[in-house]
């Protein structure tokens, strides 16, 4: 039996609602990121975080913190991972599936760093490559405000 894979379009706006809770709101350090998601697709999730002095890494350039693009970058690969789970699970009411997040985790990271994080917002992009039983996969970019990508990661997440 093949399972039927949801339109992009398919997230309950319940499960929107309490996806960008649990993400903006329960998740502290992505407030203290000001981490934002700005669309919520099952294959792909996309977040903005607004430049502010608490975020800068070297004071004469005025450029983002390494540690921001790392943490931020992970956090969308989660986002992405719990958008996966999702909506493979769209068979279960919106407040079940909210609850398979509670066990989600961040086993492996890599992040390149490829130029200069310097602008007044960043967008970040973060799709599931892989999504088992047990291990997720992800890719993840951080990018400026003209669409230039800055930063590239990859992740693996504990799913169950």
Do not use: W
Not at 74 to 86: K, Q, R
Not at 99 to 113: A, V
Not at 134 to 152: C, I, K, N, Q
């Amino acid at each position: 039996m093949t399972r039927h894979t949801p339109p992009p379009s398919a997230f309950e706006p319940e499960f929107i609602a309490g996806l960008k809770n649990i993400f903006e709101d329960k998740i502290v350090f992505n407030q203290v990121l000001g981490l934002k998601i700005t669309e919520l697709l099952p294959d792909r999730v996309v977040g903005q975080i607004q430049m502010r002095p608490e975020l800068i890494g070297h004071y004469s350039h005025n450029r983002v913190h390494g540690g921001v693009i790392s943490a931020s970058l992970d956090a969308m690969g989660g986002l992405a991972c719990m958008a996966a789970i999702g909506a493979r699970h769209m068979d279960e009411a919106p407040a079940q599936r909210l609850l398979r997040f509670s066990k989600l985790g961040t086993i492996d990271l890599r992040i390149d760093y490829l130029r200069p994080g310097i602008g007044e917002r960043f967008e970040l992009h973060a799709e599931v490559l892989r999504l088992g039983s047990r291990v997720a996969s992800t890719r993840m970019e951080f990018r400026g405000p003209d669409g230039r990508l800055f930063s590239v990661g990859s992740g693996a997440y504990i799913v169950s």
